[in-house]
């Protein structure tokens, strides 16, 4: 039954001239106060022949990275670079099982490069470098990048399934799905692009966002509570007093 | 364990442990009458929590907690509104002056360093006043002999100085470059630090103002009132570094621990406390040495930059 169900969306997708047909669990990831970690997948429709890499990225951030070095005895912050428009989440899937040619990935751009960072001050290569593999090291850590491409299901050789982890340290923002269909040569077929969204639901997003806009009025805010909260006490405390 | 995330710090952390560190530092507060922050900084940043938004929110945490003290102090008249006001002027210079030295040490990524080095010196020196205090007090109290007071130290340098004026807290006249220099001392600390600096602004007062004792507490708790504020205003805005939700915590978290402490206060005797005290602020100052001369586990630290 379904290699006849294959045959035919493979007869179809010929006919359309679209032989990928990809589907993506979810839109929209809400991020609650109760938010443990959610897995989305992403399905499709290739040809037999075909291998496929997908690239999980975003959203786009500026990253301050800074170095600890001993001066004088003492563990100081003494070097520090910015980097702009870093993927917090990046992870690499694909259908091959062993040996991931990592020239087809250079290729198309999946590994990302330290040179092509946008740093705001110049420092050498190596330093760049150092700094680069550090960033990696701890996105890694928090289960934001993986340590290496991650298996995508192959099912009868015409269906794919891949499972994109989203841990509980993932970021709100937009993020943006691309799977690349490579044949046996290691050329590029054809590329599509999917987008989904992590929306922080709950006060704390609420609170981020009224303090980068509001500042003022959000420290004031911040005060009122503490003058509030210290007059309650302040009278309350004043008020067993009186009433001894 | 009941994880709760901080927006502006960014952080997770267990809503438990925090609600603890406001006990804690509400208990410090209502026995010993110490401002919480000297406890409550270095705690928050063993959590992971940024040293500068945990100063900032600590601050915050500062106007509630030393709002019900002032208020009762000023109920059974023992605020001198003049010198405090002396004190405040000081007080709001010392917090622009310590946003400056915030803003060029934030320039230069040593805002963590600088805190650190600052809450060591001071936990050693308060670990330090505090147990040997406590020792020579109980010493005295078990001859039953009446603790000699202290001599007045630089009072008459102080005595020499221009604009001199006469307080209800004084028997004596008072220079206020001296009471505005040390508004300036407690309003940098305020900023830096998060702390009110009532360990070093008190026995000045005493000694070098002669200011009468029943009075330096009120005073010190009114000028902290409106110097936390203004430094609060200063954190958030100019480097959005009050947690709301922390300062919410830790605040209800520090009335109670107050409230709590006042009430043992009552009932105990100090000293041996006090030495306890003197030995965990002593730990707390190793942890943080250990931080500042030992190779740490991460070399390299990443952090998101605000929106």
């Not at chain 1, 039954?1 to 589907?23: G, N, Y």
């Not at chain 1, 290729?107 to 470098?129: C, G, S, V, W, Y």
């Not at chain 2, 438990?16 to 410090?28: R, W």
Request: with cysteine.
């Amino acid at each position: 039954m379904i290699r006849v169900i294959s045959i035919l969306i493979f007869v179809l997708c010929i006919c359309f001239d679209a032989f990928a047909v990809v589907t993506l669990s979810d839109k929209i990831v809400k991020k609650k106060i109760d938010f443990n970690g959610y897995n989305l997948t992403v399905s499709g429709f290739k040809l037999p022949t075909s291998n496929v890499f997908i690239k999980v990225e975003g959203p786009f951030q500026d990253y301050k990275i800074i170095k600890k070095e001993k001066h004088f005895g003492l563990w100081i912050n003494s070097k520090s670079i910015v980097v702009s428009s870093m993927p917090s989440f990046y992870k690499l899937y694909s259908t091959v099982q062993n040996n991931v040619n990592f020239d087809i990935l250079n290729q198309l751009q999946f590994q990302m490069d330290p040179k092509n960072f946008e740093i705001k001050r110049a420092h050498d290569f190596t330093t760049q470098n150092d700094f680069y593999k550090a960033f990696k090291e701890n996105q890694m850590k928090l289960g934001l990048y993986n340590c290496s491409v991650d298996q995508i299901q192959s099912i009868n050789n015409n269906f794919f399934k891949a499972h994109i982890y989203l841990p509980i340290s993932v970021v709100p923002g937009n993020y943006n799905i691309t799977i690349y269909y490579i044949d046996q040569k290691g050329l590029l077929e054809k590329d599509e692009k999917l987008f989904f969204t992590i929306k922080q639901f709950g006060l704390q997003e609420k609170i981020y966002n009224f303090a980068a806009k509001h500042t003022f009025i959000y420290s004031l805010i911040a005060i009122l509570m503490a003058l509030t909260i210290g007059g309650i006490a302040a009278y309350l405390s004043n008020f067993k007093v009186v009433k001894k | 364990m009941i994880d709760i995330y901080l927006p502006i710090a960014d952080i997770r952390v267990d809503l438990i442990t925090l609600l603890f560190i406001g006990l804690i530092t509400g208990l410090v507060s209502g026995l010993f009458g110490l401002g919480g922050g000297i406890v409550a900084v270095p705690f928050l940043t063993f959590l992971g929590i940024a040293p500068q938004i945990a100063v900032a929110s600590v601050t915050n945490q500062m106007t509630a907690g030393t709002l019900p003290s002032f208020y009762t102090y000023a109920r059974h008249n023992r605020v001198d509104y003049f010198l405090g006001g002396l004190l405040l002027c000081g007080g709001f210079i010392g917090n622009i002056v310590g946003l400056i030295i915030l803003k060029i040490l934030a320039a230069f990524g040593q805002v963590d360093l600088v805190i650190s080095l600052g809450f060591l010196i001071l936990l050693s020196f308060v670990s330090y006043t505090t147990i040997k205090d406590a020792i020579i007090s109980l010493h005295y109290k078990r001859k039953k002999l009446e603790r000699p007071h202290k001599k007045p130290i630089f009072y008459s340098a102080v005595s020499k100085l221009p604009l001199q004026y006469k307080f209800i807290s004084s028997d004596y006249k008072t220079s206020a470059i001296v009471i505005i220099f040390l508004g300036i001392i407690a309003g940098i600390l305020v900023m830096l630090l998060g702390i009110g600096g009532a360990f070093i602004i008190i026995p000045a007062m005493l000694h070098l103002l002669k200011t009468e004792e029943k009075f330096t507490s009120g005073t010190m708790q009114f000028q902290l009132v409106f110097t936390s504020v203004v430094a609060t205003l200063l954190h958030a805005i100019a480097f959005n570094g009050v947690d709301i939700l922390l300062c919410f915590i830790l605040i209800i978290g520090t009335v109670v621990g107050s409230s709590i402490g006042s009430k043992i206060g009552l009932k105990i005797e100090k000293e041996n406390f006090r030495i306890v005290l003197g030995i965990v602020i002593l730990l707390i100052c190793v942890r943080v040495g250990y931080d500042v001369f030992f190779e740490p586990k991460d070399i390299y630290k990443v952090v998101r930059m605000l929106k």
